[in-house]
């Protein structure tokens, strides 16, 4: 909650142990990480904006496991969360992202001109292609603590700054607690409206407190680049378009986000960044590039084969149902995006997943003619 | 009044604020002294207009009584456990209507709530309890089972009687605010006590995270069982943090008198049994929580209770007595009946569900039970329900036999104490 958590005075006046929560059904980053030494150390201490350890890991208590992810189970409030519990959060992050330490710097690379094809994924496979990100912007608090006031002053910033975008990114915001019905349905059809949140993952952290007031959805006139305001984070920022031409919707996804940070960094407000954690998000799972771009892919014949999850994970790509994080896949067509965020740039993650579903692809046509895949099996990237 | 601020935001470098500070305090997090002097800043940088809820799609008593004016003197108030106002209304601001009842819309997180922020919880308080005014009335409480007449109800219309409330542990912070020891504390204390009642009331406690599979199918099997809320309203009020942790369900060997511990409440406490013996189910409630009172003051404990609002509990709609009284009846023509509501009204009855508060009635089964809580006895309310509920049998017998009913007097409001 804001303006300080000096809730979390009384709550020092009861030993650590009698604190301790328990863990012991739960299978989450935070539950493998945290032990009653971190949790002893750590519940002192508070953010600037008074952001506590409690407040870091409800979430991850209330909520198990998943049953299709391994869940972080921890989110911040603020920028400096990762600095004053890192002791917590610097292994959930080696956890999280592939042994990636808290030494190690993260490289940013938005120029699209790096990545090689991408622009002929078969459209008789590939149904759709998304690249999305978040951005915070620096001095406000995230979505799990920040005050009414505080998403406010997000959501009319970013108004203003989108409605300044130009020529093919031009747009109009839609504010989720003013939309006529009509608007509504429009935003359903297109597959545009985020709804509040229903995920335990998100209800437990705060993230849903005082819906619908301050979030909304600005998308340009051709609907191929959206900006969800006030969501998980204060911006998800995303391109899409029916079919299989990646590139192209890189392209407008760095065109976009480059805009957009300039017309912030004019009013003099910057995204939260810095080296070693790149952009900084409320889950710590999407700290690096944010970056998760994927394909809506039909692959009935490779999903079944044995050795379909060893593929994926030799190619770092993650699938999910085509509803999103918690659905399940319906019918062999796949949500098919990157694995990784941080460690590795957008323009490395984007190659990947171009490359990759190119490869199942030609897996699945090579299937459909009764013909072997175990040669084409490629080696961990 | 918020875009004049958002136009100072918008000019301004917010990480000034931070530099302040001080570069190296951010690493170690910072001391209170600190962090009090930045949440300072923050108050300035937004004043309580800025953070004033939408209320305008609203119909809860929060929004009703809640005015900018207010708002802007309570905002930055705590109580001695550091509890905000923001954190009492967040359920109302995430809630802003129910379908079948008006909500309350704020929750206490401690006893000293209601004190320091009544200037939103007296008016709230007035508004859902009939117009008692806790800064110039008291609330009776008398749990003397005896004095309840014609308590037996005919058993062709009345499948099941109930009594219920709640009690909390003077000292311990409710359910929205306690913390996992305090909470924990909450179970000790309750359980250590329950473990003393013998003979009729003797019985055994189920921790929710601790029972095995039978266990739990046979307290389902029982209508025991209370599950995970799901419902919005509780969500919302932060009383689901750390599921199943220190939550539980103690009954008597008889199945006849339960508890239920950290749910909405500290302890809910109830007594049911199959069939229309209400002064049964009453004496028993009463005898149970007497002992049970008795007990924790053996060991130094209180419950939280006080002249003006009764029996403190998490919701304002439970002050006073906490008291539904209620009975599962059939009333397969008078609930067809276009009078049937106006009944209910004037004998201040509510009907529900079968499934509780956030359901609908199916069929021709009602669940009735008395519309009052503060402002009235505990042995006034029964009362009041039984004269009730006798009055309902008594239309759908008259109507049965195609003879006239008659809409009741409305039942008088508060005595004077």
């Given at each position: 909650?804001?303006?300080?958590?000096?809730?979390?005075?009384?709550?020092?006046k009861?030993?650590?142990?009698?604190?301790?929560?328990?863990?012991?059904?739960?299978?989450?980053?935070?539950?493998?990480?945290?032990?009653?030494?971190?949790?002893?150390?750590?519940?002192?201490?508070?953010?600037?904006?008074?952001?506590?350890?409690?407040?870091?890991?409800?979430t991850?208590?209330?909520n198990?496991?998943?049953?299709f992810?391994?869940?972080?189970?921890?989110?911040?409030?603020?920028?400096?969360?990762?600095?004053?519990?890192?002791?917590l959060?610097?292994?959930?992050?080696?956890?999280?992202?592939?042994?990636?330490?808290?030494?190690?710097?993260?490289?940013?690379?938005?120029d699209?001109?790096?990545?090689?094809?991408?622009?002929?994924?078969?459209?008789?496979?590939?149904?759709?292609?998304?690249?999305?990100?978040?951005?915070?912007?620096?001095?406000?608090?995230?979505?799990?603590?920040?005050?009414?006031?505080?998403?406010r002053?997000?959501?009319?910033?970013?108004?203003?700054?989108?409605?300044?975008?130009?020529?093919?990114l031009?747009g109009?915001?839609?504010?989720?607690?003013?939309m006529?019905?009509?608007?509504q349905?429009?935003?359903?059809?297109?597959?545009?409206?985020f709804?509040?949140?229903?995920?335990?993952?998100?209800l437990?952290?705060?993230?849903?407190?005082?819906?619908?007031?301050?979030?909304?959805?600005?998308?340009?006139?051709?609907?191929?680049?959206?900006?969800?305001?006030?969501?998980?984070?204060?911006?998800r920022?995303?391109?899409?378009?029916q079919?299989?031409?990646?590139?192209?919707?890189?392209?407008r996804?760095?065109?976009?986000?480059?805009?957009?940070e300039?017309?912030?960094?004019?009013?003099?407000?910057?995204?939260?960044?810095n080296?070693?954690?790149?952009?900084v998000?409320?889950?710590?799972?999407?700290?690096?590039?944010?970056?998760?771009?994927?394909?809506?892919v039909?692959?009935?014949?490779?999903?079944k084969?044995?050795?379909?999850?060893?593929?994926?994970?030799?190619?770092?790509?993650?699938k999910?149902?085509?509803g999103?994080?918690?659905?399940?896949?319906?019918?062999?067509?796949?949500?098919?995006?990157?694995a990784?965020?941080?460690?590795?740039?957008?323009?490395?993650?984007?190659?990947?997943?171009?490359?990759?579903?190119?490869?199942?692809?030609?897996?699945?046509?090579?299937?459909?003619k009764?013909?072997?895949?175990?040669?084409?099996?490629?080696?961990?990237? | 009044?918020?875009?004049?601020?958002?136009?100072?935001?918008?000019?301004?470098?917010p990480?000034?604020?931070?530099?302040s500070?001080?570069?190296?305090?951010?690493?170690?997090?910072?001391?209170?002294?600190?962090?009090?002097?930045?949440?300072?800043?923050?108050?300035?940088?937004?004043?309580?207009?800025?953070?004033?809820?939408?209320?305008?799609?609203?119909?809860?008593?929060m929004?009703?009584?809640?005015?900018?004016?207010?708002?802007?003197?309570?905002?930055?108030?705590?109580?001695?456990?550091?509890?905000?106002?923001?954190?009492?209304?967040?359920?109302?601001?995430?809630?802003p209507?129910?379908?079948?009842?008006?909500?309350?819309?704020?929750?206490?997180?401690?006893?000293?709530?209601?004190?320091?922020f009544?200037?939103?919880?007296?008016?709230?308080i007035?508004?859902?309890?009939?117009?008692?005014?806790?800064?110039?009335?008291?609330?009776?409480?008398?749990?003397?089972?005896?004095?309840?007449?014609?308590?037996?109800f005919?058993?062709?219309?009345?499948?099941?009687?109930?009594?219920?409330?709640?009690r909390?542990?003077?000292?311990?912070?409710?359910?929205?605010?306690?913390?996992r020891?305090?909470?924990?504390?909450?179970?000790?204390?309750?359980?250590?006590?329950?473990?003393?009642?013998?003979?009729?009331?003797?019985g055994?406690?189920?921790g929710?995270?601790?029972?095995?599979?039978?266990?739990?199918?046979?307290?389902?099997?029982?209508?025991?069982?209370?599950d995970?809320?799901v419902?919005?309203?509780l969500t919302?009020?932060?009383?689901?943090?750390?599921w199943?942790?220190?939550?539980?369900?103690?009954?008597?060997?008889?199945?006849n008198?339960?508890?239920?511990v950290?749910?909405?409440?500290?302890?809910?406490?109830i007594?049911?049994?199959?069939g229309?013996?209400m002064?049964?189910?009453?004496?028993?409630f009463?005898?149970?929580?007497?002992?049970?009172?008795q007990?924790?003051?053996?060991?130094?404990?209180?419950?939280?209770?006080?002249?003006?609002?009764?029996?403190?509990?998490?919701?304002?709609?439970?002050?006073?007595?906490g008291?539904r009284?209620?009975?599962?009846?059939?009333?397969?023509?008078?609930s067809?009946d276009t009078?049937?509501?106006?009944?209910?009204?004037?004998?201040r009855?509510?009907?529900?569900?079968?499934?509780?508060?956030d359901?609908a009635?199916?069929?021709?089964?009602?669940?009735?039970?008395?519309?009052?809580?503060?402002g009235?006895?505990?042995?006034?309310?029964?009362?009041?329900?039984?004269?009730g509920?006798?009055?309902?049998?008594?239309?759908?017998?008259k109507?049965?036999?195609?003879?006239?009913?008659?809409?009741?007097?409305?039942?008088?409001?508060?005595?004077?104490?």
């Amino acid at each position: 909650m804001p303006f300080g958590n000096t809730h979390n005075e009384m709550k020092l006046k009861y030993a650590s142990a009698k604190e301790y929560p328990d863990l012991s059904k739960h299978n989450n980053h935070m539950a493998k990480i945290i032990t009653p030494a971190i949790y002893e150390l750590l519940r002192k201490r508070q953010t600037p904006s008074g952001f506590t350890l409690d407040d870091v890991i409800q979430t991850g208590i209330d909520n198990p496991g998943h049953p299709f992810i391994m869940t972080v189970g921890c989110v911040a409030g603020d920028e400096e969360t990762y600095e004053v519990f890192k002791e917590l959060l610097d292994p959930v992050i080696q956890d999280r992202h592939g042994g990636y330490k808290p030494t190690d710097k993260h490289k940013t690379d938005l120029d699209p001109a790096h990545l090689k094809g991408g622009d002929d994924l078969d459209p008789n496979y590939v149904l759709s292609s998304r690249v999305r990100t978040g951005r915070s912007v620096r001095g406000f608090c995230l979505p799990p603590h920040c005050s009414r006031g505080e998403r406010r002053a997000v959501e009319t910033l970013s108004i203003e700054a989108l409605d300044t975008l130009s020529g093919d990114l031009k747009g109009t915001y839609y504010a989720l607690k003013n939309m006529s019905d009509a608007e509504q349905q429009q935003l359903i059809d297109d597959h545009f409206l985020f709804d509040k949140p229903v995920s335990p993952l998100l209800l437990a952290s705060g993230m849903a407190r005082d819906w619908p007031d301050g979030r909304g959805i600005w998308h340009n006139v051709n609907k191929t680049f959206l900006v969800w305001v006030n969501e998980e984070d204060h911006l998800r920022v995303i391109s899409m378009q029916q079919g299989g031409n990646m590139k192209e919707v890189f392209n407008r996804f760095c065109t976009g986000l480059t805009k957009i940070e300039k017309l912030f960094k004019e009013r003099k407000h910057e995204f939260m960044w810095n080296e070693h954690l790149g952009y900084v998000l409320t889950c710590p799972s999407n700290l690096g590039t944010g970056l998760r771009a994927g394909v809506h892919v039909k692959l009935p014949n490779v999903s079944k084969n044995a050795k379909f999850e060893e593929i994926l994970k030799k190619l770092r790509l993650q699938k999910r149902g085509t509803g999103g994080v918690d659905t399940a896949a319906v019918g062999g067509t796949f949500d098919i995006s990157n694995a990784d965020r941080l460690g590795f740039s957008e323009v490395e993650l984007v190659q990947m997943v171009v490359d990759g579903v190119k490869l199942l692809v030609e897996m699945e046509k090579k299937l459909e003619k009764g013909q072997p895949i175990d040669a084409m099996i490629p080696a961990q990237k | 009044m918020a875009s004049t601020f958002t136009r100072m935001i918008a000019g301004r470098y917010p990480a000034a604020l931070l530099a302040s500070l001080g570069a190296g305090t951010v690493a170690g997090g910072l001391l209170l002294s600190d962090s009090a002097l930045f949440a300072e800043g923050k108050r300035s940088l937004y004043p309580p207009s800025a953070d004033f809820p939408d209320l305008r799609k609203h119909s809860n008593c929060m929004a009703a009584a809640l005015t900018p004016a207010i708002y802007a003197r309570l905002r930055d108030q705590v109580t001695p456990q550091n509890w905000t106002l923001d954190q009492c209304i967040q359920t109302g601001v995430d809630n802003p209507g129910h379908p079948f009842i008006k909500t309350v819309g704020a929750v206490a997180g401690d006893e000293e709530t209601y004190e320091v922020f009544a200037e939103l919880f007296d008016p709230i308080i007035k508004d859902r309890h009939n117009g008692y005014d806790p800064r110039t009335m008291k609330h009776p409480t008398d749990l003397d089972a005896s004095k309840i007449t014609n308590g037996v109800f005919d058993e062709k219309y009345v499948l099941s009687s109930r009594v219920r409330t709640g009690r909390s542990i003077r000292g311990l912070s409710l359910p929205p605010a306690c913390s996992r020891s305090e909470r924990r504390e909450v179970e000790r204390v309750v359980v250590t006590a329950l473990a003393g009642l013998k003979g009729e009331l003797a019985g055994r406690y189920y921790g929710l995270g601790d029972m095995s599979d039978k266990e739990q199918q046979q307290l389902i099997d029982d209508h025991f069982l209370f599950d995970k809320p799901v419902s919005p309203l509780l969500t919302c009020a932060f009383m689901a943090r750390d599921w199943p942790d220190a939550r539980g369900i103690w009954h008597n060997h008889e199945k006849n008198f339960l508890i239920w511990v950290n749910e909405e409440d500290h302890t809910r406490v109830i007594s049911m049994e199959k069939g229309g013996n209400m002064k049964r189910v009453f004496e028993r409630f009463c005898t149970g929580l007497k002992q049970v009172e008795q007990l924790i003051h053996e060991r130094g404990w209180e419950f939280m209770w006080n002249e003006r609002l009764g029996y403190i509990l998490t919701c304002p709609s439970n002050l006073g007595t906490g008291l539904r009284a209620g009975v599962h009846v059939r009333l397969p023509i008078l609930s067809k009946d276009t009078r049937f509501s106006k009944i209910l009204e004037n004998l201040r009855l509510q009907k529900r569900g079968t499934g509780g508060v956030d359901t609908a009635a199916t069929g021709d089964t009602f669940d009735i039970s008395n519309n009052d809580r503060l402002g009235k006895s505990e042995v006034e309310l029964v009362q009041q329900l039984v004269d009730g509920v006798n009055y309902l049998i008594d239309c759908e017998k008259k109507l049965e036999k195609g003879q006239e009913i008659k809409v009741p007097f409305p039942v008088a409001q508060f005595k004077k104490y």
